[in-house]
């Protein structure tokens, strides 16, 4: 994974950068910025699983987690948010875990606790498969900040193949696409190019020029996914080294 997403180019100019990612947040500090608020509400929604992993590591039980991570997004989404927050903090992954630290430090007191089921939830969170998903996270992994990382890491990862498939949803191709994803990991393939061919009744050369743009589209995607969670196009490749650092870690 770590090779194909080095090897396959620069994003397409201008393709990373939409309305709906971090620096639309950030700027909403500084000046009035028409959907920071759903985009920080759609990057919440796709990155809370690594802070259920994180409270998790720290201790809680399930039950609390889920409560604590809920009630976190609940008051961040819910808050005043946009007003105190520094322009400067970079990175939302960065400032996402800065930020439940404080909160399950300074804010969170027995008595504010929430009953399952009686506050009131503006985020939807998969609660029914996070424990599920914990459950087979890799015991190694020895703090929670590490585990954080590594999480969020995969969570890119898997944004990108979902927004890989779809893409080929919707020109109907996903047989080709499902034959040929195996080709994005690194591992040696299942099968030669000469024996895909034959299962999708293509030339081995033909086979090779699409696992070259299959790669290509993919390191695209994830630079693109990446590009949602920093302030800045300048972030994109300082962050695809870190992520590729934590996973190879």
């Known amino acids: 994974m770590k090779k194909e997403m080095e090897c396959s180019g620069q994003p397409r100019s201008g393709a990373a950068f939409t309305t709906t990612h971090w620096s639309v ?6 000046a009035a910025s028409p959907g920071a608020d759903e985009a920080l509400a759609q990057l919440c929604e796709i990155y809370w699983y690594p802070l259920y992993v994180y409270v998790r590591r720290q201790g809680h039980n399930a039950d609390d987690a889920q409560d604590l991570t809920q009630e976190f997004f609940s008051r961040l989404l819910a808050g005043n ?13 960065s400032f996402l875990l800065a930020a439940m630290e404080h909160f399950l ?13 009686g506050g009131h939830t503006i985020l939807s969170l998969d609660d029914s498969s996070a424990e599920g998903r ?11 900040e590490r585990m954080f990382e590594r999480r969020w890491a995969f969570t890119v990862i ?31 393939p299942d099968a030669t190019y000469a024996q895909l061919g034959a299962r999708l009744d293509m030339t081995q050369g033909a086979v090779k020029v699409a696992v070259h743009r299959l790669r290509a589209r993919y390191g695209e995607l994830v630079r693109a996914e990446i590009a949602r969670t920093v302030g800045g196009p300048d972030e994109v490749e300082q962050e695809l080294r870190y992520l590729l650092e934590v996973l190879g870690g």
């Open 25 to 30: 947040v950030l700027s909403a500090a500084e």
């Open 81 to 93: 948010f946009l007003r105190s927050l520094d322009p400067k903090k970079g990175k939302f992954r």
């Open 105 to 117: 430090a300074k804010q969170w007191r027995d008595s504010h606790r929430l009953k399952r089921g």
């Open 134 to 144: 914990y459950r087979i996270e890799p015991a190694q992994e020895a703090t929670a």
């Open 158 to 188: 898997e944004q990108a193949l979902h927004r890989l498939r779809e893409e080929f949803v919707n020109i109907g191709k996903v047989p080709l696409f499902e034959a040929l994803q195996t080709s994005l990991s690194g591992d040696k």
